[in-house]
C-alpha cells in the first residue's frame, strides 16, 4: 500500500498562507491524492483531491510535483477554524477506493 | 443530496457487553461504505469496508465485525467488548468513482 509522510505539527499566523507538505515516493501511477482534514471531536471533512495537474477550489489550492512523488496543500489565507489535523491520503483504484489514513498534520493558528 | 446518518453519539459499555452501532446513507445507491476507529489522539484506522451487499472486508484483525444487510446501512458490531475496543467510530461512505468520502458525526464509545 502506498504511503504518505506528513510533518507531525505545523503553525501559522492567522490571515498567512499556509503550505503543509506531503511526501508520497511510492505513489502509482492511478493514485489519486486526497486531502482531508479534521476538526476536533468531528468526522474529517474533504478538503481536495488531485491526480496530477494543480488542483483549486474555494478552500484550498493542491500542487502537486510534475513526478508525482509529493504533493502541498495550500490555504491561501488561514483562519482560527483552519485549525486541525490535515490528512494527505492515497486512494488507489481498485473497486474498494480504501482511504488509508496516516497521522497526518495538526495545525495550530495563531490569532 | 446525500447524507449519512450514524448513531447512538456516545455510548458507554460494560466489558463482556455486545455492540451493535449503525451507519445509513441516504440520496446514493451503491456506495462504498466504510468503518474506521480512531483511539484518543491518534490517527484514523480502517476496519472494514464495503463494495456491496453482503461483501465485507476487514482490514484488521479484531474483536469487531461488520455486516451490510441493505445497500445504504452498514452496521458494526461485537458479541463481547474489550476495554480496548473505546474510541471514535466512524462511518464513512463514497461513490464508486474516485471523489470525496463523507463521513458521518462518529460515535464516542467508552468501555468500562
Known amino acids: 500500500d502506498a504511503k504518505t509522510t506528513q510533518p507531525n505539527s505545523m503553525e501559522s499566523n492567522e490571515e498567512e498562507p499556509v503550505h503543509l507538505p506531503c511526501n508520497h515516493s511510492t505513489i502509482s501511477g492511478t493514485d489519486y491524492i486526497h486531502w482531508y482534514r479534521q476538526l476536533p471531536s468531528q468526522g474529517p471533512e474533504y478538503v481536495i483531491h488531485g491526480l496530477t495537474s494543480n488542483v483549486n477550489n474555494r478552500m484550498a489550492s493542491l500542487a502537486i510535483a510534475e513526478d508525482r512523488k509529493s504533493s502541498t496543500l495550500i490555504l491561501h489565507r488561514a483562519t482560527l477554524r483552519d485549525a486541525a489535523v490535515y490528512y494527505c491520503i492515497l486512494s488507489w483504484m481498485d473497486s474498494s477506493y480504501k482511504l488509508i489514513f496516516g497521522s497526518g498534520t495538526r495545525l495550530l493558528v495563531r490569532p | 443530496s446525500q447524507t449519512i446518518h450514524q448513531w447512538p453519539a456516545t455510548l458507554v459499555q460494560p466489558v463482556g457487553s455486545p455492540l451493535s452501532l449503525e451507519c445509513t446513507v441516504e440520496?446514493?445507491?451503491?456506495?462504498?461504505l466504510y468503518w474506521y476507529r480512531q483511539a484518543a489522539g491518534r490517527g484514523l484506522q480502517l476496519l472494514f469496508y464495503s463494495v456491496g451487499i453482503g461483501q465485507i472486508s476487514s482490514e484488521v484483525p479484531q474483536n469487531l465485525s461488520a455486516s451490510r444487510p441493505q445497500d445504504r446501512q452498514f452496521i458494526l458490531s461485537s458479541k463481547k467488548l474489550l476495554l480496548s475496543d473505546s474510541g471514535f467510530y466512524l462511518c464513512?461512505?463514497?461513490?464508486?468513482?474516485?471523489?470525496?468520502?463523507?463521513f458521518g458525526q462518529g460515535t464516542r464509545l467508552t468501555v468500562v
Open positions: 464513512a461512505w463514497k461513490g464508486v468513482e474516485n471523489t470525496e468520502a463523507f
Open positions: 440520496g446514493t445507491s451503491n456506495p462504498n
